[in-house]
């Protein structure tokens, strides 16, 4: 049965006039990871446990715990995505065109740090938020 | 044109109305499905579903109301609480937010792709 988190992806694509080789390098070196994303404890390693540290807003501490899921040199880099309780994972893609590259993101399977501690035995993100959305598309 | 912060913007939107941090909690969420499922209820009958106690239910319907996701009446001796639906609405657009958290840092990476030597 098709989980209704893996619909919950958002994919962002754009052609850059730059060689993979490149982007990689900007995708996977903590200070030019900084200048684009945020500040960062990244290392271009399987495993490796790393944040993404933005500026602390009321109610947000502003880090995203992430950890590196895989690592394809110049072609594919995924790490894990968790903030306010919800889990995700995002992953680049990258594909060399004529033109330079296709960068691809996709951001998948947003669920909450419980539902993965618990296996779905309490009440999922994923079930709630199905819920709630025709709850509340029904307001309409 | 003004750079938006996209992320931190919308974050701080969302986070300030406390919805998420009220919602991160299962429990909680278990209470506000089934007020907003089956309608107004006291504590009593909200602590006889909930699995946990009566004084853990009373504190987890504060953080609800207090993020405005539930609203109480006063009937006799005892509170009826009802959930507030409408109040989600910020928190469902999440892909919204991330979405444009993404297209504003696609737009960095390429201004540093620039500036970078190959």
Not at chain 1, 13 to 21: D, K, N, T
Not at chain 1, 46 to 54: K, L, W
Not at chain 2, 51 to 65: D, N, R, Y
Not at chain 2, 68 to 74: E, I, K, N, S, W
Request: a positive charge; zero cysteines; glycine letters at 6%.
């Amino acid at each position: 049965m098709t989980e209704p988190a893996a619909s919950r992806s958002l994919v962002i694509e754009r052609e850059m006039p730059h060689p993979p080789e490149k982007i990689w390098r900007a995708l996977t070196q903590g200070p030019l990871i900084e200048e684009w994303l945020m500040k960062n404890d990244f290392q271009p390693v399987v495993g490796h446990q790393f944040s993404f540290r933005s500026t602390p807003v009321p109610g947000w501490n502003g880090v995203i715990d992430s950890e590196v899921v895989l690592i394809e040199p110049n072609s594919r880099l995924s790490y894990s995505w968790g903030t306010m309780g919800m889990m995700s994972t995002v992953t680049w893609t990258l594909t060399p065109t004529k033109a330079g590259t296709h960068v691809r993101m996709e951001q998948t399977g947003f669920r909450s740090e419980q539902d993965a501690a618990y296996k779905g035995a309490t009440y999922g993100w994923t079930k709630f938020i199905g819920n709630m959305e025709r709850v509340v598309g029904g307001l309409d | 044109m003004v750079m938006i912060p996209a992320m931190q913007a919308q974050v701080a939107h969302i986070a300030a109305n406390h919805v998420f941090a009220a919602l991160a909690d299962p429990t909680r969420r278990a209470i506000f499905e089934h007020l907003a499922r089956d309608g107004e209820q006291n504590v009593r009958s909200l602590t006889a579903r909930a699995g946990v106690s009566q004084p853990a239910v009373s504190k987890h319907l504060g953080i609800l109301k207090h993020a405005r996701l539930v609203r109480d009446r006063r009937a006799g001796r005892e509170n009826h609480y009802s959930a507030q639906p409408q109040a989600l609405k910020p928190m469902l657009d999440w892909m919204g937010i991330y979405a444009a958290f993404w297209h504003d840092r696609f737009d960095r990476l390429e201004s540093l792709l620039k500036r970078m030597d190959q």
